[in-house]
């Protein structure tokens, strides 16, 4: 399924190194139609998949669409999202969108609507929940959520929607923080 482009993303990451992160751990059936999406979209960023230890050979069938960098062993999403961030530091890029490599493949305008706000902010964090037919998780994980929003406006007034999202794009000082 192809989503309209509103932009040209071209002209956003212009003079900008944009690296596209998708930690994923045994999601051989999703991360193809992903990487498909994104070549389609035949634009000037690099692809790294990281393969967390997965058993169902995910960064095999990825190997070929996208760069891949395995763990050996499940150490989660966290770590996953660090050795991303750590290639994106050392190898100098300006801006890493971390893009959840699960089923649920958000429109790619996404890209393109964190891109205008790149410049003025150091992280664009997405949020699945558009609609309650976007993304439903069980109600354990509402809490958590509710719990670290509430956290995040308590300690430093941020209004963030979906703090455990998938979907962020990462400027080179935030790469730098983490």
């Not at 089923?103 to 609609?131: C, E, H, M, T, Y």
């Not at 703090?163 to 000082?173: C, M, Q, V, Y």
Request: proline share 3%; hydrophobic share 45%.
């Amino acid at each position: 399924r192809r989503y309209p482009i509103l932009i040209d993303v071209e002209n956003l990451i212009n003079d900008h190194r944009l690296l596209i992160a998708i930690p994923c751990y045994n999601e051989r059936e999703n991360i193809v139609p992903l990487l498909d999406e994104l070549a389609h979209l035949d634009q000037a960023w690099d692809v790294l998949v990281v393969d967390d230890g997965s058993t169902d050979g995910t960064g095999d069938v990825a190997r070929s669409l996208a760069r891949v960098l395995r763990i050996d062993s499940n150490v989660g999403i966290g770590t996953a999202v660090g050795k991303a961030l750590r290639v994106a530091w050392e190898e100098g890029y300006d801006f890493v969108f971390n893009w959840t490599g699960m089923g649920n493949i958000p429109q790619p305008k996404f890209l393109i609507v964190a891109f205008q706000w790149a410049d003025s902010v150091d992280i664009v964090v997405g949020s699945r929940f558009g609609s309650r037919e976007t993304f439903r998780s069980t109600w354990e994980r509402r809490l958590g959520i509710r719990l670290i929003r509430g956290a995040l406006w308590a300690l430093f007034g941020l209004n963030v929607q979906d703090p455990t999202s998938g979907f962020r794009l990462l400027n080179r000082r935030a790469i730098a923080f983490f």
